[in-house]
């Protein structure tokens, strides 16, 4: 009889602690620039999803399955992002990935998530090429084009009274794509050039004879769009060889990776960038971001990085289209999330933001529709998962580290 007892008071606890634990996780990827030229970014918007999963796992997970994030490492490098998509697909079989920053290493890693059938929402590739990319509708950002972008660069350029400008970009589809879209808007206006427009190499030792065809024709201002570990060798090398113009910096250049950095005086003297000006994809609803970016804070440290937002955005759709596919009595696949993204991202539905899951889930639960405002921003996906609206920031070095100045509305 004793034995007996002991024994149902074990599977009691057994029982209570199967409850405790909850059902069996649900595992999305991540595909993130931890290393390479985008190093310095990687870490911060990592973060900003990881903030996510632990506010889904604190609201009681995906209506009761705890949510885990796999992080793989892409180099900044297209083959290694491909080969590190594939290892989530195939080993971890995960139904949604996060990722990847560069749009390179997205259009290579959506050559494996697009056939296998997995959704990819990148939170910082904003390549024009993303748009037209034959996806089956599996290829999503949580991040403005750079249609957007190059045109907002144009009109900071044209207010900086700026008339010849030359342009310095990484030749990979983010750079050729910021490059046209800035080139056609700046020309666009009376008597402003772009005079050159030099394409470089990422992780060269130096880009001395880059830098100097930038320089030809005294150009008002250089624009910048690369990757802060190479962006920094070509600020010094520029200073170097003499260059006295302006600086301006695209949404790669933003963050404690370049000021501190380049930006900070030396000697008595002021930082060579100090005043310079830049963009990148911004976050509209102030209150929000503020207590983001103070929760944030708290746990990981302050950081200027772009990017972490839509880190968390990306991370919380998927979560979000995962409960309404639970609660139809879907399976949680690729393809229920595909089909149940824009059902929890865009109107009509009750609004529900930032830190707002137990809400979120509840009303799923109930058969509610929702309409997911992020802290990036209304985050609806038009027909082709691009970011249907969105604002882009405009920021400026000072005082050796990155303030934000002002929002531009995009489209």
Known sequence: MKKVVVLMAVALLVGLSVSALGAEAI???????????????????????????????????????????????????????????????????????????????????????????????SPASTSPGLTALNDNDYVFRTVVSDAMQGGVLARLA??????????????????????????????AFPNRSVIAEVPYEENKASYRGEVAKAMEGDPDAILFISYPVDGNKQIVEAVEAGYTGHFLFSD??????????????????????????????????????????????????????PYNTQAYDAVAVIALAAARAIANGQPVTGETIRDNLRAVANPPGEVVTYNEFAKAFALIKAGKDINYEGVSGPVDFDKDGDMAQGVIEVWKIQGCHVINIALAKVP
Not at 163 to 183: C, M, P, Q, R
């Open 27 to 121: 595992k999305i990827g991540a595909l993130m620039s931890l290393t390479g030229s985008l190093g310095p970014y990687g870490p911060p918007i990592v973060d900003g999803a990881k903030l996510a999963v632990e506010q889904i796992n604190a609201a009681g997970g995906i209506l009761g399955h705890p949510l885990k994030l796999i992080v793989m490492d892409t180099a900044t490098n297209p083959d290694v992002g491909r080969d590190a998509a594939r290892k989530l697909v195939e080993l971890n079989q995960v139904p949604a990935i996060v990722g990847a920053l560069s749009s390179g290493v997205t259009l290579a890693a959506s050559s494996v998530t697009i056939p296998a059938g997995v959704v990819l929402i």
């Open 158 to 187: 044209l207010l900086l009274g700026y008339k010849k400008v030359s342009v310095i970009y990484v030749n990979n589809a983010y750079g050729k794509g910021l490059d046209i879209a800035f080139k056609k808007s700046f020309e």
């Open 252 to 305: 790669g250049m933003k963050g404690e990776g370049v000021a501190p950095g380049p930006a900070c005086p030396a000697n008595g003297k002021p930082g060579p960038i100090e005043g310079a000006f830049g963009t990148a994809a911004g976050a509209p609803q102030v209150a929000v971001a503020a207590q983001f970016n103070k929760d944030f804070a708290a746990k990981f440290g302050p950081t200027s990085v």
